[in-house]
């Protein structure tokens, strides 16, 4: 059994969850149940960034502490994902006291394996709340805005701060993507990232002046002044510090499979945390993907902007599974997408009301009609095998050797939906049933079309691991459908199954 560990960014604690989160918390869930359905030993590890000069401001202004303020975000967010089904290993704070006692871990050593990597230095900017961090030029827009913080003003800030030098390491993460070109996809990202190389890095604050709401930055300025730790020095570091960093056998744990990501933080994941890494003498995580947003109208979700929509009524109108199908289905893993109730609603009428559901109902009445509700033995037909390669695509599609493509696996299953469909319309099972001389291509028809949905319904399982189980106990097969295995589908016999029908499993928009 092969180890599996993924992770998510974690979600800062300004506000409720939105679409946004939901594709990227969703889009992981489905990877990680993609692989336990492989056979993987999977940890998937999701979580609340906590700290920053953000949620300190935010926190004051409503009259709470900031503690207070988080645990509340914190309930939201977990409330959400349970809604969603996203079934997570593990739900890592960054105001826990051991990711705090993790963090102090890896800036000394850090300072010990790397001396010279931490010095002090005045510095002067524009800094921007939104980001947690310090824009170039190239950043801000006409207006003196941050691009993508459009509503907040930037404000100079002049301190003296603990400084990493990561100017150091940039010939280290262009020969990284270089020669590691898997390390950061999809490749539209890594070419950004090697343009910013190219450009050339500036080293950056690891500390903050007046930052009360942080780790304590556990190097004191020359002058005896201590500052807090800067927020991406916190942030990054707890997908090591959820291993059990520093405590012994972290080293099990890590480095990560795979970070999942949206783009815009694609600079603190693939130039930030491997350099910190390397500074410390700590393996590199495997992968980092970075998806692309979900826009509504063609415009990105953004609190601060108010572009937002209700992710509980989104949720509520057709059910979570549904909605996690809509979503992954519309919006590809690998680039930006739009969400609209229009497309939401004719996707699911037309991939889940007419065709997955609708055959799953027909096949089932017919068993039950034709066979007493037992599924016959019969041999399985030549027109079955063209499903072979959509499998094949189906898992080229999931398994992140040519990048992590939801939407195209999802389109793979797609496919074989449609041609049993067109299966039984070609074969008209209604039609043979009438003759007794046929009941021999009857049971074959019939056990195809079982058959075929049973396969679906585990191609489909990460997406919808609610509405598959229900069709799975429908079919009469055995156990559940998230303990079956992959490699066993081409063998799978589901003769003898007793399908029992119930209520529809995609009701029809009124």
């Known amino acids: 059994m092969s180890r599996f560990y993924l992770t998510t960014a974690i979600d800062y604690a300004n506000g409720d969850p939105h679409l946004g989160h939901a594709l990227e918390k969703i889009g992981a869930d489905v990877i990680a149940r993609y692989r336990r359905l492989c056979g993987d030993d999977v940890h998937l590890l999701i979580g609340m960034d906590e700290h920053g000069q953000k949620v300190q401001q935010t926190a004051a202004k409503e009259g709470v502490a900031p503690q207070t303020f988080t645990d509340d975000i914190a309930a939201r967010f977990q409330a959400m994902w349970a809604k969603l089904g996203v079934h997570y290993d593990q739900f890592i704070r960054t105001t826990e006291a051991h990711h705090k006692a993790g963090v102090t871990a890896l800036i000394q050593r850090i300072a010990q394996h790397s001396p010279d990597d931490f010095y002090e230095r005045s510095y002067k900017g524009m800094y921007c709340v939104g980001c947690e961090a310090f824009k170039q030029d190239a950043d801000i827009d006409a207006d003196g805005k941050c691009m993508l913080h459009p509503t907040r003003v930037l404000e100079e800030v002049e301190e003296r701060n603990w400084f990493f030098r990561l100017s150091k390491y940039q010939d280290f993460l262009r020969e990284l993507l270089t020669t590691n070109p898997s390390f950061c996809e999809p490749e539209s990202r890594r070419n950004e990232i090697l343009g910013l190389l190219n450009q ?132 590809p893993f690998d680039g930006d997408g739009n969400f609209s109730w229009e497309r939401f609603e004719e996707r699911y009428t037309s991939d889940l009301a007419n065709a997955f559901g609708n055959l799953a109902s027909r096949a089932m009445a017919m068993v039950e009609k034709y066979c007493e509700g037992v599924v016959p033995s019969a041999e399985r037909p030549a027109e079955e095998e063209a499903d072979d390669a ?8 999931m398994h992140g050797e040519q990048g992590w493509l939801l939407h195209d696996g999802l389109s793979a299953a797609y496919r074989m939906t449609q041609r049993a469909n067109e ?72 003769t003898g199954w007793r399908v029992q029908k119930g209520d529809p499993l995609f009701p029809r928009p009124s």
């Open 423 to 494: 299966y039984t319309a070609a074969t008209a099972p209604w039609a043979v049933a009438k003759d007794p001389a046929r009941r021999d291509e009857l049971h074959v028809i019939l056990a195809s079309l079982i058959r075929r949905i049973a396969k679906q319904t585990v191609l489909l399982a990460p997406f919808m691991p609610n509405k598959t189980q229900q069709v799975w106990a429908q079919l009469g097969a055995p156990g559940l459908v998230a303990d079956q295995r992959f490699d066993a589908l081409a063998t799978l016999d589901v």
């Open 200 to 331: 050339g890095l500036e080293d950056i604050s690891a500390s903050r002046k007046g930052l009360d709401w942080a780790v304590p930055f556990p190097l004191a300025l020359s002058t005896g002044e201590t500052q807090g730790t800067y927020v991406w020095f916190d942030a990054l570091p707890n997908y090591l510090t959820a291993t059990g960093f520093p405590d012994a056998g972290y080293e099990g744990k890590w480095p990560a499979d795979l970070h999942i990501i949206g783009k815009d933080i694609t600079r603190f994941h693939v130039v930030i945390w491997p350099a910190m890494l390397k500074a410390a003498g700590l393996p590199l995580p495997k992968q980092v993907w970075a998806h692309g947003f979900v826009q509504l109208g063609g415009e990105r979700f953004s609190k601060s902007a108010g572009v937002k929509l209700d992710l509980g009524e989104a949720i509520d109108r057709f059910g979570a599974d549904a909605f996690r199908y809509v979503l992954l289905r519309e919006v």
């Open 390 to 397: 959509d499998i094949a695509a189906y898992h080229a599609a």
